[in-house]
């Protein structure tokens, strides 16, 4: 480590353990919380260790066998209220895609899932995504749980993490927002989302020990910029901390994420809880802002939050006010998030309602690559070959702590692997008999793809060859490369040889590499499209909806542009070894500029950039112009439908600062437009992306000077630019 980082890191842990206590305090009680009043109003009722008790939850059931606990519906954890409270038990399911049921633990355990989060956030659409979130609140709610442990913001830092996609993509503003919005809609139904995994919990490869090293003022101006706004936005009622290091120390008992940043800037008035297994300490969590022990009884060493954190208090080595604290941070959660007011009351799921909502977040979400000569919409009285991807009966989804049990059971029996996560598991939504239905007069055959002759022959033999891919990802290990499934890339080739109308439908967890690209007249990217992904990608590829959706992760033209080419321990043979690799430290020497930023600074050319996504008509914009007033910089354009139907456009805005350095995505607008109408749009760009974190005096400056402003349709539009002059001056942190 440099001895930058290393004084840094020092003074960063005497500060934080400093403001444990007095500057936590003063997040929420400031006076007029109604939340703040009642949970004191508890707990002043409340004994010593009936507060204790409130700080540590057991192991839910179902992991490695194990039963759910007296109380427990079978979840990730649980938390028996102290008796007399007056307060509800923590029922905690995972996790952000929907219900999970671990290991099957209840009889009717299945629920709808959501597409990926990288689909979510791909529609750039924040009112689909709190109505997302909210869909999976109301079902977590109806099956008896209030705590969803949902609310993904790490960056992509590396197109190969198992778990990018749980995420949303790799711009703080853009990951801020949506995450933050599917939150808001978890918590409108009375359960409190989680907003994780904080902090640079961005592999998967030796996530249990490493270190993510990163210089602090970067790490502010990249990742933890989006976990900040999507508190602003979402104002979750937890934070989760993560199993990886910081800078040397764990995430849950770093006092420079937990009591500098997130407690003291931020002003959070609700309670951190550990991740599954990442809590290493009492008092020294404790003291570095750890309110929470999740699962200690079976995923830590010890129960430190029970018998040890007493005795730390016993002893003095804890203060009783920081026990206080971190029970008042969770009781007012419980208020502020009204699941005392509104006790979750098990009901029958709206199954087919809940579908349609997942449908339509993914036909926002999925995000048109590429549409040579017009192949899509596909002609409704087409022959047309169906090839691969198990399209004859349902579509992909990742695996892991995120998987949800889908409703109809498993529809593709796997070889029955028995290490973590198991087989991949297929949701019951075909996009075969999806296609099927929505063009009843179209020929349409299926070949599963196993045999390249076969799929060749099924392809001469029609006008477009439609071929599904897939790449299975999952929590625990990132990919070893970048390529889709088995022999895909072979199959597509041979595919599109034999037929030049060859579209592609790609069901991912990250972005692929393509070496066929250039040789397929369509690409789809449909990502892990959930419980209605079948149906939602029929009525993207017959046009009866239009896609929307754009990119929200590069995709490089091979892995050797990536700023980290090489996973060290990537090649581990199972969850476990890949988890626990080494104690190895990651230096982001890239700092904040991740993925498309990484790109702009190093002149890289991509596939495929931030931003792009194609529809079935096409859009011009023009009235570029940038004002200040009242100290917000402001954007202003116009946006014209100039094709034969409707369809939604996604304008955006980068900005560049006067010392140079990578573009920012500044702001942008969802709009929808009828064919020949137009609209003026405003874009208000969040003034710290015009900022460096100056982390001396620990607050943002924007300096004086003149700033680019760019519109574009992706991170790489240079065909519209202004330049305003803007003052000196610096906001809060």
């Known amino acids: 480590m440099k001895l930058s980082r290393k004084i840094f890191l020092l003074s960063a842990v005497a500060c934080g353990m400093m403001v444990a206590h007095d500057a936590a305090h003063a997040a929420h009680h400031a006076p007029g919380d109604p939340a703040d009043e009642k949970a004191r109003q508890v707990l002043a009722h409340m004994s010593p260790e009936d507060k204790m008790s409130l700080l540590f939850s057991v192991d839910g059931g179902g992991f490695n066998g194990s039963v759910a606990p007296p109380g427990g519906l079978g979840s990730a954890a649980y938390l028996r209220a102290p008796a007399g409270s ?105 359960v409190i989302s989680t907003l994780k ?44 901390c993560s199993y990886n290091r910081v800078n040397d120390l764990y995430a849950c008992e770093n006092p420079y994420l937990l009591n500098t940043t997130l407690k003291q800037d931020w002003h959070y008035p609700g309670f951190v809880m550990s991740d599954w297994g990442a809590t290493h300490s009492s008092a020294r969590a404790a003291l570095a802002g750890l309110d929470q022990e999740s699962a200690g009884d079976h995923a830590d060493a010890r129960p430190y939050f029970q018998t040890l954190l007493a005795a730390d208090v016993k002893a003095g080595r804890v203060p009783q006010s920081r026990i206080d604290d971190m029970a008042q941070r969770i009781v007012r959660s419980l208020f502020a998030q009204g699941l005392v007011d509104h006790p979750s009351q098990r009901a029958p799921l709206d199954v087919v309602t809940d579908t349609l909502v997942a449908q339509r977040d993914e036909e926002e979400g999925a995000v048109l690559l590429r549409n040579e000569g017009n192949v899509l919409p596909l002609a409704p009285t087409a022959r047309i070959a169906v090839i691969g991807g198990h399209a004859d009966v349902g579509v992909i989804s990742g695996g892991g702590s995120s998987q949800v049990d889908p409703i109809g059971g498993e529809v593709v029996k796997g070889p029955g692997k028995k290490d973590w996560p198991g087989d991949p598991v297929y949701f019951p939504s075909s996009p075969l008999k999806a296609m099927r239905a929505e063009a009843p007069a179209a020929h349409i055959t299926y070949d599963p793809g196993t045999n390249i002759a076969a799929a060749v022959r099924a392809a001469r033999a029609a006008d477009v060859a439609v071929v599904y891919a897939t790449q299975f990802t999952f929590e625990g290990m990132d990919a070893p ?41 369509g690409v789809l990217e449909a990502w892990f499209p959930g419980s209605g992904g079948g149906t939602a990608i029929a009525r993207l590829l017959f046009g009866k909806v239009a896609p929307s959706g754009h990119l929200t992760m590069t995709f490089p033209q091979a892995e050797s542009q990536l700023a980290h080419p090489d996973i060290a321990g990537v090649t581990a ?82 900005v560049g600062l006067p010392d140079g350095g990578a573009r920012r995505l500044g702001g942008w607008q969802r709009v929808t437009l009828a064919p020949g109408e137009s609209r003026q749009v405003s874009v208000q760009v969040d003034p710290r992306l015009l900022a460096h974190f100056d982390g001396r005096h620990d607050r943002w400056a924007i300096p004086s000077g003149r700033f680019r402003v760019w519109l574009g349709t992706s991170a790489v539009d240079d065909s519209q630019q202004v330049s305003i002059h803007l003052p000196a001056r610096t906001l809060a942190p």
């Open 481 to 521: 490369n970048m390529h889709l499934d088995g022999n895909a890339d072979a199959l597509i080739a041979a595919v599109a040889a034999a037929n030049p109308r060859t579209v592609v439908v790609m069901e991912t967890g990250d972005p692929v590499l393509m070496p066929w690209n250039s040789s397929v007249a």
């Open 86 to 190: 007056g307060l509800p038990d923590l029922q905690i399911s995972d996790a952000g895609l929907g219900i999970r049921n671990p290991a099957h633990i209840r009889k009717d355990g299945a629920a709808v899932s959501l597409p990926s989060g990288l689909s979510t956030a791909s529609s750039w659409d924040m009112d689909m995504a709190r109505e997302a979130g909210a869909m999976i609140g109301r079902e977590a709610w109806q099956s008896g749980f209030n705590v969803l442990l949902g609310g993904g913001a790490d960056l992509t830092r590396d197109p190969r993490g198992g778990r990018n996609f749980e995420y949303a993509g790799e711009d703080p503003l853009q990951t801020g927002r949506m995450v933050g919005s599917t939150i808001a809609g978890v918590q409108s139904q009375h």
């Open 573 to 654: 043979s199972n969850v476990f070894e890949m988890q626990f690799h080494t104690d190895q430290e990651l230096v982001y020497d890239e700092g904040s500029d991740v993925g498309y930023r990484w790109f702009d600074r190093n002149h890289l050319k991509p596939l495929y950039p931030f931003g792009h996504g194609l529809t079935y008509t096409t859009f011009a914009t023009d009235g570029l112009a940038a004002g200040y007033h009242h100290k917000q910089l402001t954007v202003t354009f116009n946006v014209r439908n100039t094709g034969t139907r409707p369809g939604v456009d996604v304008p955006q805005v980068y």
């Open 197 to 240: 995994h904080y902090a640079m919990n961005d592999l998967e490869t030796s996530r249990m020990t490493m270190s993510a090293d990163i210089d602090p003022v970067a790490m502010r101006e990249s990742d933890l910029l989006g976990f900040e706004i999507a508190l602003e936005t979402g104002h979750p009622g937890s934070v989760m």
